[in-house]
């Protein structure tokens, strides 16, 4: 079993969420699992989407967060900005020390 020594983040739109969704699920040999969290953005490379968000300076966003090998973090980034070329999604990669399950 290859080791689980990075954590994928992907911040995307809303109007994302399925098809990050959608394209994760696609590469099951890569993601065995991850994590969605709603959330706001703040910054000056944050396009609102609603008025609500342009008036209010947040935008709603989607994090999606995945522990997995690096090698296929990679692999799954290059796989992702070829099918949503444009797409508002950022993306970061982190160390994973240790990762276990208590069952």
């Known amino acids: 079993m290859k080791p689980l020594d990075c954590c994928l983040s992907l911040l995307c739109a809303t109007s994302l969420e399925d098809t990050i969704i959608a394209r994760l699920l696609e590469h099951e040999e890569r993601v065995s699992g991850f994590t969605l969290m709603r959330s706001e953005g703040v910054g000056k490379f944050l396009h609102g989407e609603t008025p609500q968000e342009l008036v209010r300076g947040r935008a ?7 522990v997995m ?10 796989d992702l900005q070829r099918a949503l070329p444009g797409a508002e999604v950022a993306w970061w990669l982190t160390p994973v020390v240790q990762f276990g399950r208590f069952s």
């Open 69 to 78: 090998n690096s090698a296929d973090a990679q692999a799954l980034v290059e």
């Open 60 to 66: 709603q966003r989607v994090l999606v967060e995945i």
